[in-house]
């Protein structure tokens, strides 16, 4: 009885402390519940622009051209835009120019750097946005007609990039395949196992994205071997080390493979729209599938309505994004994403 009654004595001594020191309630060493999962970088789901610099041309060719964004900027303060991609073309006057090809070369930001400092100057009058991602697609014309990559080393475009994101991109506002391997062997292992950054100690910053496959990835590689000291990640295959991002761009019939990469902690670009088709149709089938299999990023045409075309493309509930409905945690609600 004494045993008993002592026992019971120290614990109503514990109760009264318990909230003081995060044992009450669901979350506490007496409750049910574990403490709420941080959000990390992919726990988001973001709307995307495909060539976020691109203008129509006056005379269009094909149907595919026919669309023209806002500046960077204005997609990121009035669209809600947060992902972007860019098409980077080396150039023998020395700059690195974006456009999309000689017959579709309208854009808002004629440099690879003054797109850069665009976004750099709405993400530093903005720092409590979630974090950017920008895909790279570097061009190369004789690999656009034969698929070799002839330009880019005799060019050195790809150094270019990583040279110029280096020059005008903080490092401290850059989330690099480093900041996410930590002290694990290869970039997989630490998406795997340790996870993306938390995402309150990411905002206002940016992810860099090679976005290319075959032979131009691996020469990114060869000059940045596992993606050491690299500052974009890579398109790679799922069995190598360096596997962490991945495009598909077909949500309907590529769903049941992106849920999965998504659960298994790896992010996903998708597409809700391609060449004037769903636009025309109104036809939201692909958009409505990126959402619901987990795309981390949901690339458009069409980020905001359009005189004469009643589609375009929004994140629902977002603020302007949301929370990933297959890799957030229960508890994520939009404005715990972001709300600027």
């Excluded at 973001?46 to 060539?51: A, R, S, V």
């Excluded at 100057?121 to 698929?147: C, M, R, V, Y």
């Excluded at 270019?160 to 395949?177: H, L, S, V």
Aim: charged letters at 20%; proline letters at 7%; hydrophobic letters at 35%.
């Amino acid at each position: 009885m004494r045993k008993a009654a002592l026992l019971l004595a120290s614990l109503m001594l514990v109760a009264p402390l318990g909230g003081c020191f995060g044992f009450a309630g669901s979350d506490g060493l007496f409750g049910e519940g574990d403490p709420k999962e941080p959000l990390r970088l992919n726990h988001v789901q973001m709307k995307g622009t495909h060539n976020s610099y691109h203008i129509e041309p006056l005379v269009s060719p094909t149907r595919e051209y026919m669309y023209t964004h806002e500046p960077l900027d204005v997609q990121g303060s009035q669209l809600g835009v947060r992902q972007f991609e860019i098409d980077v073309w080396w150039d023998p006057r020395g700059q690195l120019y974006v456009y999309h090809n000689q017959y579709d070369s309208g854009t808002t930001c004629p440099t690879f750097e003054e797109c850069l400092s665009t976004l750099l100057g709405w993400s530093e009058s903005n720092e409590g946005h979630h974090p950017l991602f920008i895909w790279i697609e570097p061009k190369d014309w004789p690999e656009q007609a034969t698929d070799v990559t002839t330009t880019l080393e005799l060019s050195g475009l790809l150094d270019d990039i990583e040279q110029e994101i280096a020059q005008f991109w903080p490092r401290n506002k850059t989330i690099a395949p480093d900041d996410v391997r930590g002290e694990w062997p290869t970039l997989k292992e630490g998406v795997l196992n340790d996870g993306w950054p938390l995402l309150e100690g990411s905002r206002g910053k940016a992810v860099f994205v090679l976005l290319a496959s075959g032979e131009t990835r691996d020469l990114y590689l060869q000059e940045h071997p596992a993606l050491s000291g690299a500052l974009m990640f890579t398109l790679s295959d799922e069995t190598s080390g360096e596997a962490a991002i991945f495009s598909l761009t077909d949500p309907v019939g590529d769903g049941e493979e992106i849920t999965r990469l998504v659960t298994e902690g790896y992010i996903v670009r998708s597409r809700a729209d391609s060449g004037g088709q769903e636009a025309d149709d109104n036809d939201t089938t692909r958009m409505e599938a990126a959402l619901a299999v987990g795309a981390h990023s949901i690339s458009t045409d069409y980020p905001a309505p359009v005189d004469g075309i009643d589609y375009w493309v929004e994140i629902p509930n977002g603020t302007p994004s949301r929370c990933n409905p297959i890799a957030a945690p229960a508890w994520c609600e939009p404005a715990d994403v972001e709300s600027i």
